[in-house]
């Protein structure tokens, strides 16, 4: 089973989650995944579309207030 990665963006304010994600999708190999946790709704919204358009696959976003949590395929 591939390996899932974790990054927690917490207090972290879009753009700078986007940029901080970015950096550690880029260094994962294919296959893995890396897991956010977020509490910026700007960035949960932008986040996702930013990923698809890089070409990662995403899954449906988890939200158990206050944090969203997001996973982005490579």
């Not at 999708?25 to 996702?48: C, F, M, W, Y």
């Not at 995403?58 to 395929?73: G, N, S």
Request: net charge negative; with cysteine; proline share 9%.
């Amino acid at each position: 089973m591939p390996e899932l990665r974790h990054l927690d963006l917490r207090g972290v304010r879009c753009p700078l989650n986007w940029a901080k994600a970015k950096v550690r999708l880029e260094s994962l190999e294919p296959g893995e995944a890396l897991e956010l946790l977020l509490d910026d709704e700007k960035g949960v919204r932008d986040i996702p579309r930013a990923a698809e358009a890089e070409g990662y696959a995403v899954d449906p976003v988890v939200h158990t207030p206050p944090v969203w949590r997001l996973i982005i395929h490579r």
